[in-house]
């Protein structure tokens, strides 16, 4: 819904009241994308009143934990559990389509009560990286391409993931990459995701069936980052209720499933002069620009120390690994899907670099920041990039972190990326994901007792 970009508090009180909504419920992206916040009725919420949440909501682990006896944690946080106040970002009103009476959600702004921004709010810190793009004169434009698996209903964690059942009666057991008729096998969800789509204004592209059974990729129309975040956060949510009702799972877990490829959320990019609308990454005469060559090179040089906000679970690891359909390092080419940095053939001014190394899993507005903040390093540095990959990447070193403990330390050291999306955000970050690892490390694999118990 870009053209609402400019909706006012007015303008929202008009729609609420057009689509006699009863009740809305008040959204706050947190950490790992979650939907947190308060459900109001109409008549308690007015487009203009400020709303309270601990500022401890946005600083908690996937299991809802916050970190203990951690410095730059605490030096953020304090230990007086102090509220934020939040306030309705209008451009982000839309119904709730599955709601059996009329429903609006809206994301909420987080704000400190001096009125200054929540430096450590996902979508505060997509907004300070963007805001060094507006004040170089320029718009970055994104367009995210996402996976997902879709799953049987399955209760007990202990059990593997299955393949849910489609009209005919069977569950996949094969590839069926691009494959129409395994994505008609699901035709009673897809027509109920794309009516809630359509009701929430999110401009879905395409819809295609990707590599592992179940798993299906949904591609956005091209928009200013802020936009697709929101929509991508909404996306998600809506799809996860629609599988619901029709009595399965829908999942955007890196690597829900052991002999299946992994989810990703490839993410295209350009930048755009805000007063002409030319592309930065093309000269006049249609050939790649110096700036287009910085970008990919400050893609290179950063994404290994940003893979924690790109990989952000213990599980994101097992994606990254040789020839399992995702990149294992930062090399990039010309329509070469083994590369991490991939530049899809195009007209000039649709030059766009596509980061193939961002999960399904990652915060999309998290994901977003640090990819643009990485190439906007590169262009202020006057990066050159490598020598461009012809072959397979797949055969080449590993270029990326392994596992999560070895990328957050990677990130906490990169004094660059702290400068571009705050030291306090990286510090509240960095502690969460610690605290994630570490209480993974106290869970025992079926894996470990399988192999380990009478061997060792």
């Known amino acids: 819904m870009s053209d609402r970009k400019d909706f006012s508090h007015t303008d929202m009180e008009q729609w609420l009241a057009e689509n006699r909504v009863t009740e809305i419920e008040c959204l706050v992206p947190d950490l790992t994308g979650v939907a947190r916040g308060k459900i109001l009725p109409r008549e308690k919420f007015t487009a203009e009143r400020a709303m309270r949440l601990p500022e401890a909501v946005l600083g908690v682990t996937v299991t809802g934990e916050s970190p203990e006896n951690h410095d730059g944690y605490d030096n953020v946080f304090g230990f007086t559990d102090k509220d934020m106040v939040l306030m309705p970002d209008p451009s982000t009103v839309r119904l709730v389509p599955w709601a059996v009476d009329p429903t609006a959600q809206v994301i909420m702004d987080c704000f400190f009560h001096d009125g200054t921004p929540v430096d450590f709010a996902p979508r505060n810190v997509l907004r300070r990286v963007t ?9 970055p434009i994104v367009a995210p391409e996402l996976e997902f698996y879709l ?67 949904i591609n956005f129309l091209h928009d200013e980052p802020m936009v697709l975040a929101d929509k991508v956060f909404f996306f998600k949510r809506t799809l996860r209720e629609a599988a619901l009702r029709h009595n399965m799972y829908a999942t955007f877990m890196a690597k829900p499933m052991t002999n299946e490829p992994g989810s990703a959320m490839h993410i295209h990019q350009s930048v755009i002069d805000t007063k002409t609308g030319l592309n930065i990454f093309s000269n006049a005469d249609g050939s790649e620009s110096p700036l287009f060559q910085h970008y990919i090179a400050g893609l290179q040089k950063y994404l290994p120390s940003a893979m924690a906000l790109l990989a952000p679970y213990v599980n994101s690891y097992r994606r990254i690994v040789r020839h399992g359909a995702a990149p294992i390092n930062i090399e990039w080419g010309y329509d070469n899907r083994t590369v991490g940095i991939r530049v899809p053939i195009s007209e000039p001014e649709a030059r766009r670099v596509e980061n193939r190394v961002v999960g399904a899993d990652a915060n999309p507005y998290l994901a977003m920041a640090v990819t643009l903040a990485c190439g906007y390093l590169g262009i202020m540095e006057k990066l050159t990039p490598s020598a461009v990959t012809t072959g397979s990447a797949y055969d080449s070193t590993y270029q990326l972190p392994r596992e999560l403990s070895e990328a957050l330390r990677m990130l906490d050291a990169c004094k660059p990326l702290h400068d571009v999306l705050g030291k306090r955000f990286l510090d509240v970050y960095v502690a969460v994901k610690e605290t994630e690892h570490d209480e993974f490390m106290r869970v025992i694999s079926p894996w470990e007792r399988e192999h380990l118990l009478m061997h060792v």
């Open 131 to 139: 805001d060094l793009y507006k004040g170089m004169g320029w718009t």
């Open 151 to 217: 799953l049987a209903r399955n209760t007990d964690p202990n059990q593997p993931l299955v393949p849910p059942i489609g009209r005919s009666g069977r569950a996949e057991t094969s590839r069926q990459l691009y494959s129409i008729d395994a994505v008609n096998e699901f035709d009673p969800l897809f027509e109920d995701i794309y009516d809630y789509c359509d009701i929430m204004g999110l401009e879905l592209d395409t819809l295609i069936h990707e590599f592992g059974a179940g798993q299906m990729e």
